[in-house]
């Protein structure tokens, strides 16, 4: 699949600041694992957090994966490197009443949006790009078939399990009717 473009930046990004000033002169044939470990290593010495390690290493292992494949190199140097574990840990759920309580906190003009964003789980990119017609209030399912990115604008989901339909629970459903009423939106974007 396709890279987001939001992915093609941050990756680009991830090079910019951590890769190419250490790994960037070298040909992609000569650089040995202790290399990349190296690299690693001097990230987490200079305070680097696990994730930006992670991510400061995922547009080489792309560009190893790829190089692969076109016969450009035999091996990759990424493998078995001692990266630092991630342990992040998920935001709690709230509870109904707590989620209710938020949602009164918010201007009336964005109460559905944030309603959307809690009771259903769209992603930003998502919510940006939702039309009317991916609502189906009667029937209480939203169809998520796009997303949005800031300097592309529509795009395709994350990916293709990212095209979902999502039930519309009842707390949702008077938040987006009351929107579209107050908006009048009958077509287009729905929070655009």
């Known amino acids: 699949d396709a890279y987001k473009p939001s992915v093609v930046r941050g990756y680009r990004a991830a090079l910019d600041r951590y890769v190419l000033s250490d790994l960037g ?26 994730s930006t390690v992670r991510n ?45 309580a938020l949602l009164a906190a918010v201007p009336d003009r964005d109460r559905a949006i944030w309603a959307t964003a809690l009771y259903a789980g769209l992603r930003l990119g998502e919510l940006k790009a939702l039309r009317v017609a991916d609502l189906d209030l009667e029937a209480g399912r939203i169809d ?15 990916s293709r399990s990212g095209r979902r339909r999502v039930p519309i629970a009842e707390e949702l459903r008077a938040h987006l009717a009351e929107h579209l009423l107050r908006t009048g939106r009958r077509e287009g974007l729905v929070f655009g």
């Open 144 to 158: 998520v078939e796009r997303s949005w990115d800031v300097k592309e604008g529509v795009i395709e989901t994350k």
């Open 56 to 100: 400061a290493i995922m547009p080489v292992r792309v560009i190893y994966r790829r190089a692969l494949r076109a016969g450009e190199v035999s091996a990759t140097p990424l493998e078995h490197l001692e990266l630092p574990a991630v342990r992040g840990t998920r935001e709690r759920i709230a509870a109904p009443a707590e989620a209710a």
């Open 25 to 50: 002169a070298m040909r992609l044939d000569v650089i040995r694992r202790a290399d990349v470990q190296g690299l690693c290593e001097r990230l987490i010495a200079a305070g680097a957090s696990p």
